[in-house]
């Protein structure tokens, strides 16, 4: 296998999406370098998969085992932010990779030309499918792929996350729904006639108030947050005739998470009662918790341990020291993964570098982390398993300016190429195997026992930018 080859165009590719950062279904830049770039080298690419616009999925090969490999391209606003610079030092732009979504997409891209190589080289039947899968941070695009039936001839799904340690992911996450509450009252003088007016902040206020008492009595897993989009104005003497709050509810599953969707919107109805105020519901997006698949994760610890960790030069270790220095001086054992086995070891290794050299083992785990992902949508209709690879200094956030900065570095670029590696022997291992993909679709068809895949998207709603 000899990833390096291609080295130079992934680096200079995914370079170009870190410098054209955009919203989910709406990386037309993006998705337009991805697609040339995979036809350029024999892939046949399909694009605006189920009406996402921007999603696109390219394959090499025929007949099965079909492999789909993951991927991702979009950015977060607030996040523009200047390359290699050790401090902030915003560039001007409204939003930046802080993510880390243009090394995923592309390095799922080189795991995609390196198992093309095998295909052909070995004449080994089966086919590589490179996913491009828009809207990840906000809008649920894999949950519309998976919904409207585009991995229902899969085999194996893997996906891969650009992070600051290496190891092979365990575990759930959460289901969650996303929505508006948008009010309309009556406008009328505060002062001189507060009795003709209806306020439609009231009802926002009342809203939270009401969801903030019902916090005592949620499961401890469950989450809810807020934001009030529009407050309806600036002027204190009028009463406003409309308001608008965002709603976000998650929980350990789609079961209770449509109870909790429930819950919350029965509180909205009541403050829309009482303040005789009209309530509007605007559903924006739903994803599923994760299915984990300790039989294919076995074979991405494999695959990992074969492949290694990169190796750094003195000078990436002395640029990852800068960034290291704007997040606090040690980490505790609390900043260790608690799936993680050899915790001393690691926190001494974590303590001890500025990179991550090493490959943190986990224990199986079937705990649900908090945070959500739309990756739970495609574990529910093919067994699914993901890495993590170190691409940024160790004690780097996701979603922060630190990542974004380190974004175009060799040690991303490294952690890039390394994401491809490790996919890519799993991938051969799979085609060789083909016991270990009808272990992983056992495993698989057990933990649904018999429940089917509902998305938590409505058929009637499309991928959608509000």
């Known amino acids: 296998m000899d990833i390096n080859r291609y080295y130079d165009e992934l680096k200079q590719l995914a370079d170009k999406v870190w410098e054209n950062p955009e919203p989910g279904f709406r990386e037309f830049v993006s998705s337009?370098?991805?697609?040339?770039?995979?036809?350029?080298?024999?892939?046949?690419?399909?694009?605006?998969?189920?009406?996402?616009?921007?999603?696109?999925?390219?394959?090499?090969?025929?007949?099965?085992?079909?492999?789909?490999l993951l991927g991702e391209f979009d950015a977060l606003y607030g996040l523009g932010q200047k390359a290699d610079v050790a401090e902030y030092a915003p560039d001007g732009k409204e939003m930046g990779h802080g993510c880390g979504h243009h090394l995923l997409g592309v390095g799922n891209i080189g795991a995609g030309l390196i198992i093309k190589d095998y295909l052909e080289e070995t004449g080994t039947e089966g086919t590589v499918l490179v996913m491009g899968c828009p809207a990840e941070e906000s809008g649920s695009g894999k949950a519309y792929m998976a919904r409207d039936h585009v991995f229902d001839n899969v085999d194996i799904a893997l996906a891969w996350h650009p992070a600051t340690i290496n190891m092979v992911r365990t575990g759930s996450s959460q289901s969650c729904i996303q929505f508006y509450l948008r009010f309309q009252g009556v406008a009328s003088?505060?002062?001189?006639?507060?009795?003709?007016?209806?306020?439609?902040?009231?009802?926002?206020?009342?809203?939270?108030i009401g969801v903030n008492y019902l916090r005592e009595h949620m499961e401890s897993s469950d989450r809810v947050h807020y934001a009030i989009t529009n407050s309806g104005g600036l002027s204190p003497n009028v009463v406003q005739a409309e308001a608008e709050v965002k709603y976000l509810v998650r929980s350990t599953n789609n079961r209770k998470c449509k109870k909790l969707y429930e819950r919350v919107l029965n509180i909205a109805r009541g403050a829309a009662l009482m303040t005789e105020t009209e309530l509007e519901i605007i559903f924006d997006e739903g994803l599923s918790n994760t299915l984990p698949n300790f039989a294919l994760e076995d074979v991405l610890k494999d695959a990992f341990r074969e492949s290694g960790v990169p190796e750094y030069t003195e000078d990436e270790y002395e640029y990852a020291r800068a960034f290291r220095?704007?997040?606090?001086?040690?980490?505790?054992?609390?900043?260790?993964?608690?799936?993680?086995?050899?915790?001393?070891e690691i926190l001494e290794a974590m303590n001890s570098h500025p990179i991550c050299?090493?490959?943190?083992?986990?224990?199986?785990?079937?705990?649900?982390?908090?945070?959500s992902t739309d990756v739970g949508d495609v574990s529910w209709v093919v067994p699914t398993a993901t890495i993590s690879v170190a691409c940024y200094s160790l004690g780097a956030e996701g979603h922060s300016w630190q990542w974004v900065a380190q974004g175009k570095s060799s040690i991303a670029a490294k952690g890039m190429m390394?994401?491809?590696?490790?996919?890519?022997r799993a991938a051969f291992k799979l085609y060789e195997d083909q016991d270990l993909i009808e272990k992983a679709k056992a495993e698989f068809n057990g933990r649904l026992e018999g429940e089917k895949y509902e998305c938590l998207i409505p058929h009637g709603v499309k991928p959608h930018v509000i």
Not at 358 to 368: A, D, L, M, Y
Not at 418 to 424: D, F, R, S, W, Y
Request: charged residues 25%.
């Open 325 to 344: 220095k704007t997040w606090k001086s040690d980490f505790t054992i609390d900043d260790i993964p608690s799936t993680m086995k050899d915790k001393k």
């Open 357 to 371: 050299t090493f490959i943190g083992e986990n224990e199986h785990s079937e705990v649900c982390r908090m945070g």
């Open 189 to 208: 003088h505060a002062a001189g006639a507060p009795e003709q007016g209806r306020s439609a902040l009231d009802a926002v206020e009342l809203t939270d």
């Open 418 to 424: 390394k994401a491809a590696e490790v996919l890519a």
């Open 32 to 68: 337009r370098l991805h697609q040339d770039f995979l036809k350029e080298h024999g892939f046949s690419v399909v694009d605006d998969l189920a009406d996402t616009g921007t999603g696109y999925i390219a394959s090499y090969g025929h007949g099965h085992p079909v492999i789909a």
